[in-house]
C-alpha cells in the first residue's frame, strides 16, 4: 500500500481486516485525505481507495483516523471541512461501515 505519496497515520478497523490511514501527494504542500485498504489472503493490504466524501471535502483535508473500542463502527478524524468547520482544525465522528 505504500506509494510515492506520503502515507501515514494509520489504524486498524473491524478486527485488522482494514487499515485507514492518511494520505497526502506531498504532505508539505497538499491536502491529506483519508484512504483504506483490505487485508488479502496473503496478507498484504490491497484494493487501496479513498474514503467518500462525509470525510475527504472539497477544499479540505483529514487526518489521523483513530476508534473506539468501546463504539465499534465509528471512525473519528481530525480535519478541515469548509462548510463545517469553526477552526483551523476540528474533531468529527462518522458511522464507518468497514466492508469494501
Known sequence: MNTAQDEFDATFVDG????????????????????????GADGGYHQLRRLDARINAAGGWAMGPATDPRRPGVLLFSGKRPELSRGRSDIYEIRFDAQP
Open 16 to 39: 485488522g481486516r482494514v487499515l485507514i490511514y492518511t494520505r497526502a501527494p506531498d504532505v508539505d504542500n497538499d491536502p491529506a485525505e483519508l484512504w483504506f485498504a483490505v487485508r
